[in-house]
């Protein structure tokens, strides 16, 4: 329990890996619910932005808990998101290059 409150603290968060974003070359779906208050959406689309192969979904009416919240909407979106990848990603291969 003592990590989780060094990790979130009052007004910040521990461990970020914002710098290394850039490194993902797979393609990243971003999943944010757009009334989040715990991590703002700003985050999400700068996250988005980030990942070279990043798409930025934003789920209206919907906060930090968006599995919870919209189960239905998480499901479409994930599912639309992974039958729009090549057949080598769906299975776990990183792209060529």
Not at 17 to 32: A, I, M, S
Not at 44 to 73: D, F, I, T
């Amino acid at each position: 329990m003592a990590w989780l409150r060094g990790e979130l603290g009052p007004l910040h968060y521990g461990t970020s890996y914002r710098e290394r974003l850039g490194e993902v070359r797979q393609p990243t779906l971003v999943l944010h619910g757009a009334r989040d208050l715990v991590v703002p959406a700003r985050e999400a689309k700068r996250a988005a932005k980030a990942l070279p192969q990043g798409r930025l979904k934003l789920v209206a009416r919907c906060g930090h808990w968006l599995m919870r919240e919209q189960p239905e909407v998480f499901e479409r979106e994930v599912l639309a998101f992974l039958n729009g990848l090549e057949p080598d990603l769906r299975a776990g291969q990183s792209p060529a290059g």
